[in-house]
């Protein structure tokens, strides 16, 4: 391919609108293969044609899955310090090699290591550098494993990432760019960059999805890129209308438990009410990963069923008269089960799952006085004597999305 008389221009033009000088420092993930050297490349370029003190952290992760990754690393400080970019290396400590699934824990790992630096040195913004066969490769993957509108949407373009409490904005500014386009980008501008071994090793899934496109040219990643975006857009058509549900319908009430008339979900599309049910799930329970979608799919047609009690992802469900509760399922009677679930409990003198404050709780709070039982004695109360110090307590759970 030739590089574009443009494509520097059609670079900056899109970091133009995601850049803003006062969320300044940025970080940025380098590996040092060559869509993520592009990428550092153009944030200097950007920094240098805008004349605005931009600070850049570049952040690299030595997994220790392979022998050359600390001269590798060391390659990125040398190439970061000739630009005037700030580094990092960051190591993945593990006590035993993983020998399964071993892209998407490395992928984890270094998202929670970079995630945890940001978020320790007060920076919002951690640019990668997916580009548009990246997306198509998603797609593909997720296809094969059978998902609906929301992960055939692709990879987003931002999307924010918990860390502990914190959210950091992942930017992958990219999407659009081809890979040869990357490479001559740097090419052009005389910089080195090393290609990854591991991206030719056809055990991983991505590299047999990647050959797959390479040998299929009828279906190439431009044209599955550009389904992705317009599912994507469906997707957040979608979104909309389930958020607006979400603000109008949902009963928040205290210390964790949620509400839904079944007049309202009933009268919700299937594919509503399924997203629907994943996010409360998801927010009740306070999982870390949300619940696999043939969970909720299978939770559904209970919830459609005669049944009037129910389980998933530390979340209870009840049935009661014309409402749907939503609990927390406390398995074991830990304290601080709480854990994870709500914005800011540090104020608290600790939380637990106490039975027998359930009956004067439904006194205490207004909306709580239908609420089923099963679900009060679950809840998160404050281990105090001082009564009005528990009914004034605010807890905001983290709403997961």
């Not at 060391?74 to 970019?85: E, S, Y």
Request: with cysteine; glycine share 6%; hydrophobic share 40%.
């Amino acid at each position: 391919m030739t590089v574009p008389d443009d494509l520097d221009q059609k670079i900056q033009n899109v970091l133009m609108p995601i850049i803003d000088p006062d969320d300044a420092p940025i970080a940025v993930a380098v590996s040092g293969g060559g869509d993520s050297m592009a990428l550092l490349l153009a944030l200097h370029h950007y920094r240098q044609q805008s004349d605005i003190t931009l600070k850049i952290i570049a952040l690299t992760v030595d997994h220790k899955l392979r022998a050359d990754a600390a001269i590798e690393a060391a390659q990125v400080g040398q190439w970061c310090k000739d630009l005037g970019i700030e580094h990092h290396v960051l190591e993945w400590q593990f006590d035993e090699m993983p020998t399964t699934a071993i892209q998407e824990k490395a992928r984890d790992a270094r998202y929670q290591l970079m995630g945890e630096f940001c978020v320790a040195h007060h920076i919002n913004k951690l640019f990668v550098a997916h580009n548009l066969e990246d997306n198509a490769e998603t797609f593909l993957m997720r296809l094969k494993r059978g998902a609906g509108l929301s992960g055939l949407s692709g990879i987003a373009a931002t999307m924010q990432r918990d860390v502990n409490g914190r959210s950091v904005d992942i930017v992958r500014p990219f999407l659009t760019f081809e890979r040869t386009d990357l490479r001559d980008y740097l090419s052009r501008h005389k910089q080195l960059w090393y290609d990854d071994v591991s991206n030719q090793n056809e055990k991983f899934e991505r590299v047999q999805i990647r050959n797959f496109l390479a040998q299929n040219a009828p279906l190439n990643s431009d044209a599955v890129a550009q389904s992705a975006k317009r599912l994507a857009r469906a997707n957040e058509a979608v979104e909309f209308y389930l958020e607006d549900f979400w603000q109008s319908k949902i009963a928040f009430l205290p210390l964790g438990i949620a509400h839904v008339k079944l007049d309202d979900f009933a009268q919700l599309p299937e594919e509503l009410k399924l997203r629907l049910l994943a996010r409360l799930v998801w927010t009740i329970g306070g999982q870390d990963n949300p619940p696999r979608w043939q969970k909720i799919e299978n939770l559904l047609q209970l919830i459609l069923g005669a049944g009037r009690q129910f389980c998933l992802g530390h979340c209870l469900l009840v049935k009661k008269q014309n409402g749907l509760w939503f609990g927390y399922e406390d398995r074991d009677g830990q304290d601080a089960m709480w854990a994870g679930r709500f914005e800011n409990p540090a104020p608290m003198k600790r939380l637990s799952a106490v039975p027998q404050f359930a009956d004067p709780l439904l006194q205490m709070h207004d909306g709580l006085n239908t609420c089923p039982k099963v679900v009060l004695q679950s809840i998160a109360v404050v281990d105090d004597d001082d009564e009005d110090k528990i009914k004034n307590i605010e807890l905001r759970l983290k709403i997961r999305r």
